[in-house]
């Protein structure tokens, strides 16, 4: 049982594995001929229609039926009303009310999205590039959103991935906290920001299409169970 939250808890097997398990679910078209006998529920407060699709295929490839929660419930009442129900717990929302989630060890819950986006977005274009085998060591990425979540995954993504992530903005929106843990651990690629784009490999900062990301949440659903 996992959580899927942040890249960092991640090692670079268990990313590629995650990668090899998108690219099945890629190639069969998100089809799927397992029944839906578990049960993932969302909590989702943003109501964005386009990750509600790419839940929804993700999910009915993997084998998961997808149930809504209830918004009026907080984090202890999600666990106490459906956690002994669940076999996954799915979460887009943009307020942090659900944290206390990734706390308890009973149902693996996935960030799909917050503030904008999160590491499934990463993963999901990690996974492109790595198919298409364009080498990931000193690939130049830049990236010019305002999602701090979506940031914040490509800097730990490159704890793990030697890429260059270089930040396009006018201020730092990572925590220092999280570029000095991984500066005194063994950082395999390197992350800055800079107020203009330097000479770059790819634009990260267009949104993962639908079809990639639920074949990410796919493969997500499958690393997440024991």
């Keep these: 049982m996992a959580h899927v939250h942040s890249l960092l808890p991640l090692s670079r ?15 069969a078209d998100l089809r799927s001929t397992r029944s839906t006998t578990k ?10 229609p386009l990750d509600r ?20 419930l907080d984090a202890a009442g999600v666990l ?5 129900l669940a076999d996954a717990i799915a979460v887009v929302d943009d307020s942090g009310r659900y944290d206390a989630l990734y706390e308890q060890g009973d149902v693996p819950v996935l960030t799909v999205r917050r503030n904008g986006g999160g590491p ?8 492109r590039w790595y198919m298409a085998g364009q080498p990931l060591r000193g690939l130049r990425v830049v990236w010019r959103g305002r999602s701090e979540a979506t940031l914040t995954a490509w800097c730990e993504a490159t704890r793990q991935v030697p890429l260059q992530v270089t930040h396009v903005g006018e ?8 570029l000095e843990e991984l500066r005194r651990g063994a ?3 390197e992350f800055r920001r800079l107020r203009t784009a330097p000479d770059h490999d790819v634009d990260a900062t267009p949104r993962a299409d639908v079809r990639t990301l639920a074949c990410t949440i796919a493969a997500v659903l499958e ?4």
């Design 13 to 27: 097997s268990d990313l590629e594995f995650i990668w090899l398990l998108t690219a099945g679910w890629d190639d």
């Design 171 to 178: 201020r730092d929106l990572v925590s220092p906290a999280l």
């Design 80 to 84: 106490a009303t459906v956690g002994p």
């Design 120 to 127: 499934l977005e990463v993963l999901a274009h990690l996974y």
């Design 53 to 72: 699709l790419a839940l929804q295929l993700g999910a009915q490839a993997a084998g998961f039926q997808l149930l809504d929660v209830p918004r009026d």
């Design 223 to 226: 690393f997440t169970q024991p």
């Design 39 to 48: 049960r993932l529920f969302l909590l989702d407060t943003v109501g964005d």
């Design 187 to 189: 950082q395999q690629g």
